[in-house]
């Protein structure tokens, strides 16, 4: 069955400093997002992407994050300069294209640690 | 704004035996979906089961069944015949549904329940 992939498992990344997630969804999907779970907390939802655009996005994506598709397969997500309270497990997911009950099929995950 | 809210934290069954787990949420809208998201300590997120709200029977899968009660906007995930693999957090989740840009849609995820089965 196929599989959302996430690279890599587990980031170790000094504040400050820039972060990219990487995600490949698949392969049919249309409709692309990013969650993000901070431990022993739900799960927020933090941005959906669609047709190369940002479709919506939360008050937590604010100007130091950003998403791109940048060559059809992946779907990346950035953290510019890295905080500690971004330090969470971010999911990201995708979506068949249609309009029917198709759900969200999420990544085993990326742990980032921020020191 | 949607929200769901799972008000057990923790829960416990016997291997073999059923546990239901609840799950209430708050929505204006008459059409969406809901879902229950399965977590086990690797962390990934796994799909359990679904309900269309239009729909009145209630969804199953395998042991995995829903009690949807659309009115008291309640929807309780029952396991029966738990096995030591069903332990896990599990997520309800609410699928909004926003008409912009073709279409886009969020999960609002509950807090969780961490569901223990002991042997």
């Known amino acids: 069955e196929p599989e959302v992939t996430q690279t890599p498992s587990h980031q170790v990344t000094q504040m400050g400093q820039e972060v990219i997630l990487r995600c490949v969804p698949i392969?049919?999907?249309?409709?692309f997002y990013w969650y993000r779970q901070i431990l022993g907390q739900k799960v927020e939802f933090l941005v959906s992407f669609y047709n190369n655009e940002i479709s919506e996005k939360s008050e937590i994506f604010d100007d130091q994050f950003s998403v791109e598709r940048p060559d059809g397969s992946n779907f990346t997500l950035k953290i510019r300069s890295t905080k500690l309270e971004d330090s969470a497990m971010y999911f990201c997911a995708s979506r068949a294209g249609d309009y029917s009950n198709q759900p969200q099929h999420f990544g085993d995950g990326t742990r980032l640690s921020i020191l | 704004a949607q929200t769901v809210t799972q008000s057990q934290p923790e829960m416990s069954v016997q291997e073999a035996e059923t546990v239901t787990l609840s799950c209430t949420y708050d929505t204006s809208e008459s059409d969406y979906y809901l879902f229950w998201y399965k977590q086990p300590p690797s962390r990934q997120m796994i799909l359990v089961i679904r309900?269309?709200?239009?729909?009145?029977q209630n969804a199953t899968e395998n042991r995995f069944s829903v009690n949807f009660q659309k009115a008291a906007k309640s929807f309780s995930l029952k396991i029966s015949d738990s096995q030591l693999g069903d332990a896990a957090m599990y997520f309800c989740a609410y699928r909004s549904w926003v008409m912009s840009h073709g279409g886009s849609e969020k999960l609002v995820f509950g807090k969780g329940t961490k569901l223990t089965v002991n042997p």
């Open positions: 309900q269309e709200a239009y729909k009145q």
């Open positions: 392969s049919n999907h249309l409709y």
